[in-house]
């Protein structure tokens, strides 16, 4: 078994490398970069657009902004929408500044090299270390994702096991109707609802608007820092959870409903075992496997895609925002850096599923499936 997970193990470095490499010349061939956003920023507001450049003061900026203008254009100002009429040292400087003066294949190496040490660098327009963003952002992300997933699987795997008991019943007619409803109303919609009701929208008052704590959260006793937590944590996980159980509780029952019917269950049946002894003591550990299979890709999809709006929407300073407002600046640096831990917590999950199928049955040999 070790020698599969060494093997795994090493299997992720080129996987990384080969996501990177694809995001990388993708990103170089899309229009709009940082380079691009600095120009139209500095046409608007010249001295804090340009402020942080080479270290230059903001006095100094405001005269290279206004220098920064004149008639005519070069081959540097042609390179970039809205460069015309720019000094064209002025594009240098900006180029310089986001080491867009280095060649592609150079600037391709220095991420690597840098990358394999964790080191991403700065944010183009928050001067800060992208490490240290990433990791004030990333508890407030695990920690909606961690408990989403945990109650998404709490919830959806007795609800299947009981729906493929009771298959074609009552319970699971009207069971699945709540469940496609649940499937059909999209996390961000369900969460305005329950802002609406429940968090001074136009009924209760309930539950916070915003954040994750409240003010002056670190002063308080450690048993009313975790009320308070749970408190404003309970809306946005709600929203998660309503939209993210269909699919687990469809996958469970289906998968259980596929073990019911052959034919050592009948056999077990047949030398007078009990349901309960029956469902738990032989159906459970085979139909558990698919489900196990795919946690890592939901708690990767929750984590990283499905919390985005919901942080939005609450006010809650994750990672899924931290990406989608480097998306939209073009910061590369937090995007190139987000884009890396996300991909390597899903490829160690990834190894972590694998390994839970042997805790789930142990008659899975990772020897001889390696082989």
Do not use: C
Not at 181 to 204: D, K, Q, T
Not at 210 to 224: C, I, Q, V
Not at 346 to 359: A, H, I, K, R
């Amino acid at each position: 078994m070790w020698s599969y997970v060494l093997r795994r193990l090493f299997l992720i470095i080129p996987t990384l490398i080969g996501i990177m490499t694809v995001n990388f010349l993708i990103v170089q061939a899309a229009p709009g970069g940082p380079v691009e956003q600095m120009i139209a920023k500095v046409k608007g507001e010249a001295v804090e657009a340009t402020a942080r450049i080479g270290g230059t003061s903001s006095g100094d900026f405001a005269n290279n902004a206004q220098n920064a203008f004149q008639s005519g254009s070069t081959d540097i100002t042609s390179k970039y929408r809205g460069a015309q009429g720019l000094d064209p040292e002025f594009i240098k400087e900006l180029e310089k500044q986001f080491g867009f003066d280095k060649p592609l294949l150079t600037r391709y190496g220095l991420m690597l090299k840098n990358y394999a040490l964790f080191d991403f660098g700065n944010s183009y327009f928050k001067d800060t270390p992208v490490l240290d963003l990433i990791l004030s952002k990333l508890p407030v992300s695990i920690s909606l994702g961690l408990w989403t997933t945990i109650l998404i699987y709490l919830i959806s795997i007795p609800l299947g096991i009981k729906k493929a008991v009771k298959d074609g019943e009552k319970f699971d007619i009207w069971s699945s109707a709540v469940v496609v409803l649940g499937y059909a109303i999209p996390n961000f919609l369900f969460a305005v609802l329950l802002i609406v009701i429940f968090a001074g929208g136009s009924y209760l008052s309930w539950f916070p608007l915003r954040g994750l704590t409240s003010d002056g959260w670190a002063e308080f006793p450690w048993y009313k820092q975790v009320l308070d937590y749970l408190w404003h944590i309970t809306l946005p996980v709600l929203a998660m959870v309503i939209s993210g159980f269909a699919s687990l509780t469809m996958l469970t029952k289906n998968s259980f409903l596929d073990e019911i019917n052959k034919q050592y269950v009948l056999t077990a049946r047949a030398k007078g075992l009990t349901e309960k002894r029956v469902l738990y003591g032989h159906v459970f550990r085979n139909a558990m496997l698919i489900v196990i299979a795919g946690f890592p890709a939901a708690f990767i999809r929750i984590l990283f895609t499905g919390s985005v709006l919901i942080e939005v929407i609450f006010s809650l300073d994750g990672l899924g925002l931290l990406g989608f407002e480097a998306a939209i600046n073009r910061d590369y640096p937090v995007m190139f850096g987000t884009l890396y831990i996300f991909t390597l917590i899903g490829l160690v999950l990834n190894l972590v599923s694998d390994l839970t199928y042997m805790f789930v049955d142990p008659r899975i040999d990772f020897e001889k499936r390696a082989g």
